[in-house]
Protein backbone atom coordinates (compact mmCIF):
# COMPACT_ATOMS: atom_id res chain seq x y z
CA UNK A 1 0.00 0.00 0.00
CA UNK A 2 1.08 3.42 -0.76
CA UNK A 3 2.26 5.73 1.90
CA UNK A 4 1.51 8.62 -0.14
CA UNK A 5 -1.57 10.79 -0.30
CA UNK A 6 -2.60 13.02 -2.47
CA UNK A 7 -3.35 16.96 -1.26
CA UNK A 8 -4.24 20.26 -3.31
CA UNK A 9 -1.38 22.54 -3.65
CA UNK A 10 -0.32 25.06 -5.94
CA UNK A 11 1.20 24.22 -9.53
CA UNK A 12 4.74 25.54 -7.91
CA UNK A 13 4.98 23.48 -5.04
CA UNK A 14 3.98 20.40 -6.81
CA UNK A 15 7.06 20.78 -9.66
CA UNK A 16 9.02 21.37 -6.18
CA UNK A 17 8.02 18.54 -4.60
CA UNK A 18 8.70 16.24 -8.10
CA UNK A 19 12.13 17.88 -7.73
CA UNK A 20 13.22 17.39 -4.26
CA UNK A 21 12.07 13.57 -4.73
CA UNK A 22 14.07 13.75 -8.21
CA UNK A 23 17.05 15.10 -5.80
CA UNK A 24 16.50 12.50 -3.09
CA UNK A 25 15.69 15.45 -0.23
CA UNK A 26 15.25 14.27 2.93
CA UNK A 27 12.09 14.86 4.91
CA UNK A 28 13.14 17.83 6.85
CA UNK A 29 13.74 19.54 3.64
CA UNK A 30 10.58 18.66 1.96
CA UNK A 31 8.79 20.06 5.27
CA UNK A 32 10.44 22.96 5.06
CA UNK A 33 9.18 23.82 1.30
CA UNK A 34 5.48 22.71 3.00
CA UNK A 35 5.57 24.99 5.56
CA UNK A 36 7.11 28.08 3.29
CA UNK A 37 4.18 27.41 1.31
CA UNK A 38 1.97 26.95 3.90
CA UNK A 39 3.23 30.23 5.55
CA UNK A 40 2.66 31.75 1.90
CA UNK A 41 -0.96 30.41 1.47
CA UNK A 42 -1.92 31.78 5.35
CA UNK A 43 -0.33 35.23 4.41
CA UNK A 44 -2.57 35.76 0.53
CA UNK A 45 -6.04 34.39 3.04
CA UNK A 46 -4.77 36.96 5.51
CA UNK A 47 -4.67 39.57 2.45
CA UNK A 48 -7.97 38.50 1.11
CA UNK A 49 -9.47 38.61 4.63
CA UNK A 50 -8.45 42.30 4.97
CA UNK A 51 -8.88 43.27 1.26
CA UNK A 52 -12.84 41.48 2.28
CA UNK A 53 -12.73 43.24 5.54
CA UNK A 54 -11.66 46.43 4.00
CA UNK A 55 -14.62 46.36 1.26
CA UNK A 56 -17.06 45.41 4.10
CA UNK A 57 -15.96 48.53 5.93
CA UNK A 58 -16.22 50.55 2.44
CA UNK A 59 -19.98 49.15 1.74
CA UNK A 60 -21.08 50.12 5.15
CA UNK A 61 -19.68 53.52 4.77
CA UNK A 62 -21.47 53.15 1.71
CA UNK A 63 -24.97 51.96 3.10
CA UNK A 64 -24.92 54.12 5.90
CA UNK A 65 -24.41 57.03 3.38
CA UNK A 66 -27.01 55.69 1.35
CA UNK A 67 -29.14 55.44 4.43
CA UNK A 68 -28.37 59.17 5.38
CA UNK A 69 -30.11 60.07 2.07
CA UNK A 70 -32.60 58.42 2.55
CA UNK A 71 -33.27 59.46 5.98
CA UNK A 72 -32.96 63.33 4.82
CA UNK A 73 -34.97 62.62 2.03
CA UNK A 74 -38.09 61.30 4.31
CA UNK A 75 -37.36 64.18 7.02
CA UNK A 76 -37.57 66.79 3.43
CA UNK A 77 -40.37 64.91 2.36
CA UNK A 78 -42.26 65.35 6.17
CA UNK A 79 -41.71 68.76 6.25
CA UNK A 80 -42.89 69.52 3.05
CA UNK A 81 -46.50 67.93 4.20
CA UNK A 82 -46.65 69.23 7.30
CA UNK A 83 -46.06 72.95 5.76
CA UNK A 84 -49.02 71.63 3.33
CA UNK A 85 -51.26 70.49 5.84
CA UNK A 86 -51.01 73.82 7.77
CA UNK A 87 -51.59 75.78 4.87
CA UNK A 88 -54.39 74.15 4.17
CA UNK A 89 -55.43 74.49 7.68
CA UNK A 90 -55.06 78.18 7.65
CA UNK A 91 -56.83 78.51 4.29
CA UNK A 92 -59.64 76.32 6.14
CA UNK A 93 -59.91 78.56 9.20
CA UNK A 94 -59.49 81.96 7.01
CA UNK A 95 -62.47 80.50 5.15
CA UNK A 96 -65.16 79.29 8.22
CA UNK A 97 -66.34 82.49 8.37
CA UNK A 98 -67.23 83.12 5.23
CA UNK A 99 -68.73 79.52 4.97
CA UNK A 100 -70.73 80.17 7.98
CA UNK A 101 -72.31 83.42 6.53
CA UNK A 102 -73.51 81.80 3.90
CA UNK A 103 -75.12 78.63 6.07
CA UNK A 104 -76.65 81.40 8.08
CA UNK A 105 -77.93 82.93 5.41
CA UNK A 106 -79.25 79.71 3.96
CA UNK A 107 -80.82 78.76 7.07
CA UNK A 108 -82.63 82.07 7.70
CA UNK A 109 -84.31 81.59 3.51
CA UNK A 110 -85.35 78.00 4.40
CA UNK A 111 -87.10 79.05 8.25
CA UNK A 112 -90.31 80.85 6.12
CA UNK A 113 -90.52 77.90 4.26
CA UNK A 114 -90.21 75.05 6.72
CA UNK A 115 -92.70 76.62 8.51
CA UNK A 116 -94.94 76.88 5.37
CA UNK A 117 -94.32 73.50 4.69
CA UNK A 118 -95.47 72.81 8.49
CA UNK A 119 -98.68 74.29 7.83
CA UNK A 120 -99.20 72.59 4.42
CA UNK A 121 -98.43 69.76 6.05
CA UNK A 122 -101.15 69.88 8.79
CA UNK A 123 -103.83 71.19 6.33
CA UNK A 124 -102.91 68.38 4.03
CA UNK A 125 -103.36 66.02 6.80
CA UNK A 126 -106.81 67.25 7.40
CA UNK A 127 -108.06 66.64 4.23
CA UNK A 128 -110.78 64.10 4.26
CA UNK A 129 -109.87 61.47 1.63
CA UNK A 130 -113.60 59.87 1.87
CA UNK A 131 -115.13 62.86 0.50
CA UNK A 132 -112.14 62.97 -1.87
CA UNK A 133 -113.26 59.49 -3.11
CA UNK A 134 -116.91 60.41 -3.20
CA UNK A 135 -116.80 62.93 -5.49
CA UNK A 136 -114.75 60.86 -7.83
CA UNK A 137 -117.12 58.80 -7.89
CA UNK A 138 -119.80 61.41 -8.79
CA UNK A 139 -117.65 62.54 -11.54
CA UNK A 140 -117.21 59.23 -12.91
CA UNK A 141 -120.69 58.92 -12.87
CA UNK A 142 -121.11 61.90 -14.80
CA UNK A 143 -118.38 61.45 -17.15
CA UNK A 144 -120.73 57.54 -18.01
CA UNK A 145 -124.49 59.75 -18.22
CA UNK A 146 -126.06 59.50 -21.60
CA UNK A 147 -128.75 60.58 -23.46
CA UNK A 148 -131.42 62.20 -21.00
CA UNK A 149 -129.37 61.68 -18.33
CA UNK A 150 -126.48 63.72 -20.35
CA UNK A 151 -128.70 66.76 -21.05
CA UNK A 152 -130.14 67.04 -17.85
CA UNK A 153 -126.55 67.52 -15.88
CA UNK A 154 -125.81 69.76 -18.71
CA UNK A 155 -128.56 72.08 -18.12
CA UNK A 156 -128.14 72.04 -14.56
CA UNK A 157 -124.34 72.63 -14.97
CA UNK A 158 -125.30 75.53 -17.45
CA UNK A 159 -127.76 77.23 -14.85
CA UNK A 160 -126.30 76.79 -11.94
CA UNK A 161 -126.12 79.49 -9.65
CA UNK A 162 -128.89 81.67 -11.80
CA UNK A 163 -132.36 82.66 -10.58
CA UNK A 164 -135.33 80.65 -12.00
CA UNK A 165 -137.44 83.26 -14.29
Do not use: C
Not at 128 to 154: F, N, P, W
Amino acid sequence: MDKNEIIWVSKELAERFKKMEAENATVEQQNNALNEYMDSVKAEVKRDFKASLESLDEDAAIFAGMMLRVKQAFGKAKDEHLTASYELWERFEDEIPSVRGKVDSIIKTLKPLEEQLTTINSLLGKISTHDIDKLTRSVEGLATAYGAQKEMVEFLVKHFGKEAK
